[in-house]
Structure formats: structure tokens, C-alpha cells
């Protein structure tokens, strides 16, 4: 018996051995013949393999955004950042009030997590079916961009997908980049920046820059954090004193000093709790959101109670308000010509730097405010063509300023890539938990810290309360990661009580989330604008009944277009680009 046995295993072994030689010398032809296999092309997700509380989330976000972007189709864009208008009061200042403390921060932020969250999604699939994914990823962020750069031309100037395009790029080199590419990159850009005309260079130098410090924390958490980042902080430290000292790019150093903060916290926190790989994206991107807006609002705090703060604000606002009214009674609240409005939310910072908001006040303040006039001028009248052109030389002219924002936005795409990674999202049930305590805790938290921030300021005028209105932006901006963090949670305990049949009818809205965004602005040029029927300037409380009225509007379209169709026009133009083929789009139904 025992000599059958070993037989057989005899048999087996030898057979085991000939197999192994056919397959050795199969392979050694294959690979004569195809020396790389060829990855399988990717295909667009199909419906039933969506996840819908995500869908639900960015349809309750696109109204959030929504109740947001309308001020700004009856106000001009470059008093973006400035707070609440002056002069509101009974359900318009309640209207401008809820919408500034709950919402304005806290629903792009959840957009901007779903985006990382897709981009996790993207790559799982590819990676899963051994599919190739940089090129057709890359295809769709170039889409990405162009959309961005042809909204913000033809329809609203304050477009957010060109900064999602630049910061889904910067995923994409944290992920994949080696370090020459980071390293030249930023050695590269940094020497352009300091030619003349040029310094919008500094802040792709920034992208690669922070990217390289994310990369290398992602990809060998003990290799570096001991010694790195600590040296590496230091220098950029250096660089910032150097930059403030020798040139006027005082706005560069602060987010060179803010990256070495960043640096710093990164460093100590690492040291003491090291994470897995899986864990890695999130824990970076808290840690990265907070360090920015943790020292912002310390530097904001010093600033203010530095100050001569011989003048309360309450008679800072009091005396601008009687100068107003003597100035400028007549003037329509839209035009807001007495205000020198900031550029937009890439130069927030600079409030921060009264030095350097006083060195530029003369010339700067003035052009910006002859912009805003123009703008708020042209979009009263029928002059399409002159405002297209208007836009064109406006993004031209501050394209820098939106990388700079994608520096901000990366911290909440490693959040929604990181959560997605770690298999929280797909399987919500598991760690409803979880989700409990963040709704509980973050709710609260970022309702607080903003309703705080209303003590020192709720508008702003330049000159009187810079310092008072710089710490209540940075307190606000702090307060968006806790307050975004606690809706989602919420939405997602929610998914799982009663209420669930009724939020389910936000999922098609948000599976067309590109084109219900573009709709947005579609619609609301149409209606506010001179070219369209001109109701610009329409109260703020009545533009929370039209959001609602759109939204309703919208989720409406898209319940019927989904029953016909499998996505939305926009997000089939998309899908074509990115996978370089025509998706099947209409549902064909079997009698």
C-alpha cells in the first residue's frame, strides 16, 4: 500500500514537473513574442454598480452649493470672501445669515470629498480588473479642465472644476510621480516664478512641492518621518523669510511658512502614531486641513490683539455705516462700488498681511474695484460678447490663484480618496457607529466655531476692520472640515433609518452631478443677467425660494432622464472623452 502511495506521488511529482516545463517554455515563447501584456481598457461604471448613498450625498451637496453660488449671480464675484453685505436686515439678513453660518464652506467641501471618493472608486476598479488607469484618468481630467475654463468663460466666472482638474493632478503625482518629477518640478517652476511677470509659477512650484511631502509620507511612512520633514520644514521656513525680506511676494511666504507648519505638525504627530498604508490619505488629509486653518487663525488672533484696537469693531461698523450712507445712499447693494472688494479667494490671504494690503491699497485696491464696477456693469446689460471677453481676461489674469486653491482642496480629496480606501463608504452599515459620533460631534463643533467667528466680524470694510474680519474668515474656514464631516455622517445615519425612501429621491440628481452644476449656472445667468431676463439683484431671501424652486426643478429632469437614459448629457460627453468610446446611452427596453 505505502509503495502505491509513493507511486502515485511519483506520478504526481513527475507530472507536476512536465507541466512545469510546458508552462516555463510557453512563457519563455510568450514573452519572446509579447514581452508586455497589454492591460485590459477600462469601461464606464454601470448602474448597479454605483453606490448610492454617495449619489445621495452629492445631490444634497449640489443644493448646498447652490444656495451659495446665487448670491453671487446678484453680487459681484470679486467680493467673494467678503462676508454678508451691509444694510440687510428682517428675512434677507436672516436668509444671508443661515446660509454664511451653515452652508457657505460646508457643502463644496463634501463636493470636493466626493471627487476624491470618485477618484478612489476609479482606481479600486482599475486595479481590480487589471485594467489601465493613469491615461484614462488623465483624459478625464483634461475634460475636467476644459469644461472649468468654458464655464467660467460663457456662463459664471466663479467656476470650481478647473481647481478640481489641478487638484485631481496633484493626486495623481502623489500617487504615481517619481521623485525626479517632484524635484524638477518644483526646482523648474520656482526659478520661472522669480522672472518678471511670472509669479503665478509659484504656485505649481507649491503643487510639487507639497506633493513630493504627501508622496513620500504615503509611500514610507518610517523612512522619513524622523529626520525630513523636521530638516525640510526648517529650510522652507528660511525660504519664507527670505521671500518676505527681499521681495513683495509676502502672500508666497505666508503659504511657504504654512507648508512648513504643516511640515512640523506632520512630523510630530507621525512620530508618535504610525498608521498603516490604507490609513495613510486620511490621516494626512486632517492633519494637512487643520495645520492650514489651526495657524491661520493663530496668526489672524495675534494680528487682532496686536492691533490698536482703540475702536471697538461695533464702532468701526457704525462709523462706516454712517460714512456709506452719506456716500452712497443711492447706490444699488449689487454694485458695492464703496467697497474695494478682495481677488476672490486666492488672495484672502493677503488680509492676513496688512503691511502688504496697505502697500498695494493705492493701485491694486483701485483696479480691482474698477473691475467689480465693470463687471457688476456689464452683467446688468445685454452685452454678452463684451462679458465673455470680460471672463477670458479675468481667468487669464488669475489662473495662478486657482492652483493656489487646489493646495486646500487636496487635504479634502486625501479625506474622501482615504475613506473610500478603507472600505467605510461601500459598507456604511459596519460603521454606522462611526458615523454617529462624527454627526454628534462635528455638527456642533463646526456650527460653534463659525457662529463664534460672527463675534469679531460679519463683513468687511477695508481699513477699518482688516484685522477683526481676517480672524472671523479664518475661524469660519476651520469650522467647514467639522461642519462638512457632520452632514455626511448624518446623511449617511439617515440612509439607514425611514427617512432613507424619501432622500433616495436625491440619488439620480446627484448621479448627474456635472450636468445639474453647469445647469445651475445655466439657468441662473439666464435669469439674473441683462442678456437673459435681467432680474439681477433679486433679494436674499427670495433667492432661497428660487434655489429650491431650481433644485425641485432639476431632481425632477433627472428622475426622467434616468428612466431613459443611463447618464446625464454631460457625464456621457464625459465617459466619451475618458474612455475614448461612445457609451451605450439609451435604455432599451424588452416588451
Known amino acids: ?15 507536476q514537473l512536465q507541466q512545469k516545463q510546458v508552462v516555463q517554455h510557453q512563457t519563455e515563447t510568450e514573452t519572446q513574442v509579447q514581452p508586455v501584456q497589454q492591460k485590459s481598457p477600462m469601461t464606464p461604471i454601470a448602474s448597479n454598480e454605483r453606490i ?33 453685505p451691509h444694510g440687510l436686515a428682517g428675512l434677507n439678513w436672516l436668509a444671508a445669515v443661515g446660509i454664511q453660518y451653515f452652508v457657505t464652506g460646508k457643502f463644496w467641501t463634501i463636493f470636493s470629498v466626493l471627487f476624491g471618493m470618485g477618484f478612489a472608486v476609479m482606481l479600486t476598479r482599475a486595479q481590480a480588473s487589471g485594467s489601465e488607469f493613469l491615461k484614462p484618468y488623465i483624459r478625464r481630467v483634461a475634460a475636467l479642465a476644459v469644461f472649468g475654463i468654458l464655464h467660467n468663460t460663457f456662463l459664471w466666472s466663479c467656476d470650481i472644476l478647473y481647481c478640481y482638474a489641478v487638484t485631481a493632478s496633484m493626486l495623481l503625482l502623489i500617487l504615481f510621480a517619481s521623485v525626479r518629477v517632484f524635484v524638477s518640478g518644483t526646482v523648474l517652476f520656482g526659478v520661472i516664478a522669480f522672472f518678471p511677470a511670472m509669479s503665478a509659477f509659484f504656485s505649481i512650484a507649491a503643487v510639487f512641492a507639497l506633493a513630493a511631502w504627501i508622496a513620500l509620507y504615503l509611500r514610507n511612512e518610517r523612512g522619513i518621518v524622523h529626520g525630513f520633514y523636521a530638516v525640510s520644514a526648517s529650510l522652507l521656513m528660511v525660504v519664507a523669510g527670505g521671500i518676505a525680506a527681499f521681495t513683495e511676494k509676502k502672500d508666497v511666504a505666508l503659504i511657504v511658512l504654512l507648508i512648513a507648519v504643516f511640515g512640523f505638525v506632520l512630523s510630530y504627530v507621525l512620530k508618535r502614531f504610525h498608521r498603516k498604508p490604507e490609513q495613510r ?16 487663525v493663530a496668526m489672524s488672533a495675534y494680528q487682532y490683539v496686536t492691533v490698536d484696537q482703540t475702536e471697538t469693531v461695533t464702532s468701526r461698523i457704525h462709523q462706516n455705516s454712517q460714512n456709506d450712507q452719506k456716500t452712497a445712499a443711492a447706490d ?9 472688494p478682495a481677488q476672490k479667494t486666492e488672495d484672502k490671504k493677503t488680509l492676513k498681511n496688512p503691511e502688504k494690503k496697505q502697500q498695494n491699497s493705492s493701485d491694486k485696491g483701485d483696479d480691482q474695484s474698477d473691475d467689480s464696477d465693470e463687471e457688476v456693469r456689464l452683467v446688468q446689460i445685454n452685452a454678452y460678447i463684451e462679458l465673455v471677453k470680460f471672463r477670458a481676461y479675468e481667468f487669464a489674469d488669475n489662473y495662478g490663484g486657482r492652483i493656489w486653491a487646489s493646495l ?19 459598507n456604511t452599515g459596519a460603521y454606522l457607529s462611526q458615523f454617529k459620533k462624527m454627526a ?7 456650527w460653534s466655531i463659525g457662529l463664534a467667528s460672527a463675534y469679531f466680524a460679519t463683513e468687511h470694510f477695508p481699513g477699518k476692520n482688516d484685522e477683526a474680519f481676517s480672524l472671523s474668515t479664518s475661524m469660519r474656514d476651520l469650522s467647514d472640515l467639522p461642519g462638512c464631516l457632520g452632514y455626511l455622517s448624518l446623511l449617511v445615519c439617515l440612509m439607514h433609518t425611514r427617512c432613507a425612501r424619501y432622500l433616495r429621491h436625491l440619488a439620480p440628481y446627484g448621479r448627474m452631478a456635472l450636468t445639474n452644476y453647469l445647469g445651475q449656472s445655466l ?15 433679486m433679494e436674499r431671501a427670495k433667492q432661497v425660494v ?38 451605450e446611452n439609451r435604455i432599451r427596453r424588452t416588451s
Open 52 to 84: 448610492e448613498v454617495l449619489d445621495v450625498i452629492r445631490g444634497f451637496a449640489l443644493i448646498g452649493i447652490f444656495l451659495m453660488n446665487i448670491e453671487f449671480f446678484n453680487r459681484s464675484t470679486y467680493e467673494i470672501g467678503e462676508g454678508i
Open 1 to 15: 500500500m505505502q509503495s502505491d502511495v509513493n507511486n502515485v506521488m511519483a506520478d504526481i511529482s513527475e507530472s
Open 332 to 340: 444699488m447693494a449689487s454694485a458695492a462700488g464703496s467697497a474695494k
Open 523 to 537: 439657468i441662473a445667468s439666464t435669469v439674473f443677467y441683462g442678456y437673459g431676463l435681467g432680474w439681477y439683484g
Open 281 to 296: 490619505p486620511l490621516a494626512v488629509g486632517v492633519i494637512y486641513y487643520l495645520s492650514i486653518f489651526v495657524v491661520a
Open 440 to 446: 454628534w460631534t462635528g455638527i456642533p463643533v463646526g
Open 408 to 426: 486646500t482642496v487636496i487635504a479634502l480629496f486625501l479625506i474622501g480618496f482615504g475613506l473610500m480606501r478603507l472600505g467605510v463608504m461601500e
Open 546 to 583: 428660487f434655489v429650491f424652486a431650481v433644485a425641485l426643478l432639476q431632481i425632477a429632469f433627472s428622475h426622467w432622464w434616468l428612466a431613459r437614459f443611463r447618464y446625464g448629457p454631460m457625464e456621457w460627453v464625459w465617459r466619451a472623452i475618458t474612455y475614448r468610446t461612445l457609451p
